[in-house]
């Protein structure tokens, strides 16, 4: 399974950007699909995460800003950043937890990254 990102870039301060997250291979099914994101010095942390139900769940600081969506069909998730401010600057990394058969135990996987640079 790989998972292959795309839309960063730089912006100014209370611009938008949208994320996307593909993933490919052996897929039987996906349940949990987030965004998380790594500034130098600094913790990767989680941004956003989404379920397979449609549950959501935001970290504070982009609550209202960001939306987090999936199609299962495309195995895509997508991240709609908007407002965005100078500390949102990151690597943005993609994760899904993937089962590639139903007799297959779910595993983890990571996008490369992508950067995103907001300008004040």
């Known amino acids: 399974v790989q998972l292959v990102e795309s839309g960063g870039g730089l912006v100014q301060a209370g611009g938008s950007l949208t994320l996307s997250c593909a993933a490919s291979g052996n897929i039987y099914s996906i349940s949990i699909m987030a965004w998380y994101r790594q500034s130098p010095g600094k913790q990767r942390e989680l941004v956003a995460t989404t379920s397979n139900t449609g549950s959501t769940d935001y970290a504070e600081s982009v609550l209202g800003r960001f939306t987090i969506s999936r199609v299962n069909a495309k195995h895509t998730v997508y991240l709609v950043m908007n407002s965005l401010k100078p500390e949102d600057t990151a690597v943005y990394y993609c994760?899904?937890?993937?089962?590639?058969?139903?007799?297959?135990?779910?595993?983890?996987?990571w996008g490369q990254g992508t950067q995103v640079t907001v300008s004040s």
């Open positions: 994760y899904q937890v993937v089962r590639a058969a139903p007799s297959f135990d779910a595993r983890d996987y």
